[in-house]
């Protein structure tokens, strides 16, 4: 099967376009927390919230951060080859899965703080740290905002608000793979709470089936998952707040200096926005494509991706 190239804007066709041109709430106890061999489920409370996250292995530590519309589960197929060299800590994000969606702090700045009281309180001081989308975004704030705490940084397929996005056209010019819709549509705050609460299955069935090569690598019981951790209104909300924070995380990285910390940006073979972008925001920049994948690749081409970091990493 071939990436659905119509129904797609292109983080890598479009490159000339996006590169060059409160009161806390509790997380909800009916959203289903897989469990993974080898692997627990701890908790903590960091930044005001109760963050989940997922520990196993030995080794050098290293944080692996997931995306929308996903949670740690993202990472289920490379954890257990990673843990035989890293001591892995899978989070759920503010918002996410089993950590709290209190009403604000979603700009991903308060975001890599989470992260990284949460290291500490872990007992360590410096950290490998992936992620993967929004978790990408993430990943590179933790590196910019916390460089004593960041031994290496991975961005897997997209990169760190920055002014790009407000050239992101509305249609989508004709023959470009990926039209990133969503970005619109979790900024109009209410509706896709009162559309989707429910029936948030729908969401992630169409991003699956249209933005991977082999929709098959996320199976129904995967797919039903993350449809679960995102079901509720607050989820919904909070997931949404991740895009609605972008207009103060384009203004925070406008202070941000380069990443002094190794950087690896890991993309899609399509995706050519990271090699325009990426090297630019640090001193130690690797890029790497992975072959034969869409968006979701740790969970698609895992093996090439487990291969990717530990070079990376050694």
Excluded: C
């Amino acid at each position: 099967m071939t990436l659905n190239r119509r129904n797609l804007f292109s983080f890598g066709a479009a490159t000339a376009v996006l590169a060059a041109s409160g009161e806390v709430a509790s997380a909800s106890p009916d959203v289903p927390t897989p469990s993974l061999p080898g692997f627990r489920s701890g908790y903590a409370k960091v930044n005001g919230i109760r963050m989940h996250y997922v520990t196993g292995g030995r080794g050098r530590p290293l944080v692996l951060v997931p995306g929308w519309p996903q949670t740690w589960w993202e990472f289920r197929k490379i954890m257990p080859a990673l843990a035989r060299r890293y001591r892995v800590i899978a989070v759920d994000l503010r918002g996410q899965g089993g950590s709290d969606k209190p009403q604000g702090g979603y700009d991903k700045k308060t975001m890599a703080r989470d992260i990284h009281e949460l290291v500490r309180s872990l007992g360590y001081s410096t950290v490998d740290i992936a992620g993967h989308d929004i978790g990408a975004m993430v990943a590179f704030s933790f590196a910019a905002n916390h460089p004593e705490a960041t031994r290496s940084v991975t961005v897997m397929d997209v990169g760190h608000p920055d002014e790009n996005l407000f050239n992101i056209p509305l249609l989508a010019p004709p023959g470009v793979p990926v039209h990133v819709w969503w970005f619109a549509f979790n900024q109009v705050r209410g509706l896709p709470e009162a559309l989707l609460v429910g029936r948030f299955r729908v969401m992630v069935d169409w991003l699956f089936d249209n933005l991977m090569v082999n929709p098959a690598a996320v199976s129904d019981r995967d797919r039903a998952i993350y449809a679960s951790a995102y079901n509720r209104l607050d989820a919904i909300r909070a997931g949404n707040a991740w895009y609605q924070a972008f207009y103060q995380d384009i203004e925070d990285q406008k202070a941000y200096g380069k990443v002094t910390a190794p950087m690896l940006g890991l993309a899609a073979s399509y995706n050519d926005t990271l090699e325009h972008t990426l090297p630019q925001k640090g001193t130690d920049v690797r890029l790497a494509k992975i072959a034969d994948t869409g968006h979701f690749f740790p969970e698609e081409q895992p093996e090439a991706v487990v291969k990717a970091l530990t070079e990376f990493l050694g």
